[in-house]
Structure formats: structure tokens, C-alpha cells
């Protein structure tokens, strides 16, 4: 299975300032996921990073906000923009390998807003 | 829309003591089906899963069998050990496990030795 690798794994930052968050597959991956994990809560989708287009994005969440980029098979960014305290949580990338195949995650980057 | 319902925690359980954690689901079409741990500090871990009605899936002493008729897909493990303390998550993903992941609110165990 696919090993993920994200960058960094923890922060803490001013309000008003933006993080990009880094997530490296050591393989050709189909699909790349962006969940954020709110304190002591369950998972919720952000978006789906598709290679060479636009993500796509859940309910709830805009691109102004969390805009993602995907330049190729094996790497994607997550950035937090303009940030508030309620920013605060672990977001986490996931990759599929192939289709039928279940999703791996990377150890998450937590966020801390000042 | 899809969804998991599973059981509320925390759960305590004595080393050696026999764990259940209840999952349902509500899905259209062919969900696969799978549990994810979460140890402290770190990301998610899958566990193990399954993708059609009957299939039983094992890892690490756990198991869980994909019950279409009941829309359930418990997780069990017969000897627990302190090692097994985490946030355990079923999720579900739609087309096959082709589509994004739909979690449960998780359950944290706790294995007192």
C-alpha cells in the first residue's frame, strides 16, 4: 500500500495567516483526499484533489478557504487561509492506489490558532 | 445520503476481556466497508475491511463480517491487550469504495492491564 508523508506535522500560528500543508505519496496514486479531524470529533471530507483539475470540494467548504492544488500523481497541498481559532484541528491527506482499494492515510498535521 | 452509526464511547475493558464495537451503516448500491484505529498523536491506521455482503475481515486478532441483511458491520476481538487502546472509526465508501470515506463518530478504548 501506498506510504504518505505529510509536512508539517504540527504548527501553531497567528490568526490571519495562511499554512499550506504538504502531502507526498511514494507512488502513482489515482485519488487524494483532504480530511479535517475537528478536537476530539470524527472525520469530515474537505475535498477530492484531482490531478490536473480544479478539487472538489464538500459542502460547507470553499476554495477562497482551503485551496488545493494537485500537480501530479504522487503530491498535493492543502492551504489553510486566512486562519481563526476555529481552525484548529488535525487535518489529514489520504490516497487511493487503485480503484476498489481502500484509503491510506498519512499521520496528519495539527493545527494550533492562536 | 450515506451514513455510520456506530457506538457511542468511551469503552473500558479489563486486558484479556472480549470487545465488541457496534457499526450500522445506511448506504445505496455497493459500499465497501472498513474499520480504521487511531493510536494517540498519530494518523489512521486501516484495520481491516471488507466490500460484499459476507465477506469477513481480520487483522491483528480482530475481525468484523459485512451483514447486508442487518446493515451492521461489527468489530470484535476475542483477548484485548493494552496495546489495543485507540480511537477506533468504521467508515464506509460508496461504488465500491471507489468514493470518499463517510466516518462514525469513533469509539476510544481504553484496556486497563
Known amino acids: 500500500s501506498a506510504v504518505i508523508s505529510q509536512k508539517p506535522s504540527r504548527d501553531i500560528c497567528q490568526r490571519g495567516t495562511s499554512l499550506t500543508i504538504q502531502c507526498q505519496v511514494d507512488?502513482?496514486?489515482?485519488?487524494m483526499f483532504w480530511y479535517r479531524q475537528q478536537p476530539g470529533q470524527s472525520l469530515t471530507l474537505i475535498a477530492t484533489a484531482n490531478q490536473g483539475s480544479e478539487a472538489t470540494y464538500e459542502s460547507g467548504f470553499v476554495i477562497d478557504k482551503f485551496p488545493i492544488s494537485r500537480p501530479n500523481l504522487t503530491f498535493s497541498t492543502l492551504t489553510v487561509s486566512n486562519m481563526s481559532p476555529e481552525d484548529s484541528s488535525i487535518y489529514l491527506c489520504?490516497?487511493?492506489?487503485?480503484?476498489?482499494?481502500?484509503?491510506?492515510f498519512g499521520d496528519g498535521t495539527r493545527l494550533s490558532i492562536l | 445520503g450515506n451514513s455510520v452509526t456506530q457506538m457511542e464511547g468511551p469503552v473500558t475493558l479489563s486486558e484479556e476481556a472480549f470487545l465488541t464495537i457496534n457499526c450500522t451503516y445506511t448506504a445505496t448500491g455497493y459500499p465497501s466497508l472498513f474499520w480504521y484505529v487511531q493510536y494517540p498523536g498519530e494518523g489512521l491506521q486501516l484495520l481491516l475491511k471488507?466490500?460484499?455482503?459476507?465477506d469477513k475481515g481480520s487483522n491483528k486478532g480482530f475481525e468484523a463480517t459485512y451483514r447486508k441483511e442487518t446493515t451492521s458491520f461489527h468489530l470484535e476481538k476475542g483477548s484485548v491487550q493494552v496495546s489495543d487502546s485507540a480511537v477506533y472509526f468504521c467508515?464506509?465508501?460508496?461504488?465500491?469504495?471507489?468514493?470518499?470515506?463517510?466516518f462514525g463518530t469513533g469509539t476510544r478504548l481504553t484496556i486497563i492491564p
Open positions: 489520504s490516497a487511493q492506489d487503485r480503484p476498489n482499494q481502500p484509503q491510506h
Open positions: 467508515a464506509l465508501s460508496a461504488n465500491f469504495g471507489n468514493e470518499k470515506l463517510t
Open positions: 471488507a466490500t460484499k455482503a459476507d
Open positions: 507512488s502513482q496514486v489515482t485519488m
